[in-house]
Each structure stands twice: as C-alpha cells, then as structure tokens.
C-alpha cells in the first residue's frame, strides 16, 4: 500500500542553522506530495505542495522537490527561525486517500 | 471566520462512557475526514466522508461512529470509551481529492480518558 516514511527526530538547530528532513513514500502511480506543520497546540496546516516530477513547492522560505527517480520529497530551510520549531509531516495524495508520515519534530534553539 | 471548526477542544471523561466530537467547515467543501493524533504525533485516517457518503473506512473498532447530516458537518460518536482511545482527533475537509487538492484541518480535540 502507500507510505510515508520520515526521518525520525527530534531535530534540533540554532538559530540561522540549514534544515533538510528526508521524506520517502511508496505508491503507485504519480501521487500529489506535501509538507504540512503542525505548531503546538494547533491542528496542521499546508507548508507546500508539489503535484508531478521535479516540481519544487516552496513557501516562508522552506523547499521541497518532488523526486520522482528517487520517490523522495525532501524538507530544507537555508536558515531556521525559533519560529519554526513545529512538527513537520510528510504527506502523499494517491487516489482519494492522504496518507502522512510519521511527523519529525524540530526545535531551534536561540 | 473559523474554516474548520471543532467542538470540543478538549474532553476528559471516564471509561465506558459514551461521547461526541462535532466538526463543522464552512468552506463548502465536499470531502471531510477524521484523524486520530496518537502521543508519537502519529496521524491516522480513521474515516472519510464525500458528499455524506462514506468513502474511507480504516480499520477502526465500531465502537466509532460517524455521522454526516449534511456535507458541511462530520460528527464522530464513540460508544463505550477505553483507555486507549485517549488521544487528539482532527477534522478536516477538502474540496475533493484530486490532484493537488490539500487538505484543511480543525484545532483538534484533547480526548483523555481516564
């Protein structure tokens, strides 16, 4: 069936430091993949999407492409914020069905 | 305006008891969902619903039962609660589930069984 595998965490950065969190995922066909964030205590919410190979989403200065030889979809920042320490999700839209990853929790400290 | 909205956010009842989680979008959206959020952050689709019709039916005990009056609301009733059902529940909905359609979750409810 389809998955999201995620590198496990916690993370945790200085401020201005560079992120990558690695997402993989199997399915078939051309799934639609995405990042979502979830900030404590609140529901999760869209950071970027990427809907066919080599398509990049970005948003508030994060990136992810859309790997197809691969089936990877990586998260990377230039420079974190104390901002975004939040747990991020990896996600994937097969048929009618979103399946996450497991979720990878980042801390910035200042 | 709240686009998905939940009630309530947080619950604490004891064992054996029964109780709901009401969920409301006023996106006009067709498609709504229920998660379940475990402690390790882990999300799980439990149930989804197009149109009120149920498309998506995880493996989850019947003791949970939703419920969709019309498409704009997804309630969740859970009957004889355990221990283990503590955990957040998030609503969502999307407008469909197409390519690139994404999705619009609740704050969530803290459900503590004890």
């Known amino acids: 069936g389809d998955s999201v595998t995620q590198m496990e965490g916690p993370v945790t950065l200085s401020e201005e430091a560079f992120l990558t969190i690695n997402c993989t995922y199997t399915?078939?066909?051309?799934?639609?993949l995405f990042w979502y964030v979830q900030y404590p205590g609140e529901g999760l919410q869209l950071l970027l999407k990427?809907?066919?190979?080599?398509d990049k989403g970005s948003n508030k200065g994060f990136e992810a492409t859309y790997r197809k030889e691969t089936t990877s979809f990586h998260l990377e920042k230039g420079s974190v914020q104390v901002s975004d320490s939040a747990v991020y999700f990896c996600?994937?839209?097969?048929?009618?069905?979103?399946?996450f990853g497991p979720g990878t929790r980042l801390s910035v400290l200042p | 305006d709240t686009a998905v909205s939940q009630t309530p956010k947080y619950l604490v009842t004891q064992m054996g008891n029964d109780k709901s989680i009401k969920c409301e979008q006023n996106?006009?959206?067709?498609?709504m969902y229920w998660y379940k959020q475990d402690s390790k952050k882990f999300l799980k689709i439990m149930f989804s619903?197009?149109?009120?019709?149920?498309?998506i039916n995880e493996t989850v005990p019947n003791r949970f039962s939703p419920k969709s009056p019309d498409k704009a609301h997804l309630n969740l009733h859970i009957n004889s609660l355990e221990l283990g059902d503590s955990a957040v529940y998030f609503c969502?909905?999307?407008?469909?589930?197409?390519?690139?359609?994404?999705?619009?979750f609740g704050s969530g409810t803290q459900l503590s069984v004890l």
């Open positions: 969502a909905s999307s407008q469909g589930a197409g390519i690139g359609e994404k999705l619009f």
């Open positions: 399915a078939t066909g051309y799934p639609s």
């Open positions: 990427a809907t066919k190979a080599d």
């Open positions: 996600a994937l839209l097969a048929g009618q069905n979103f399946v």
């Open positions: 996106l006009g959206h067709d498609t």
């Open positions: 619903y197009n149109n009120k019709e149920l498309i």
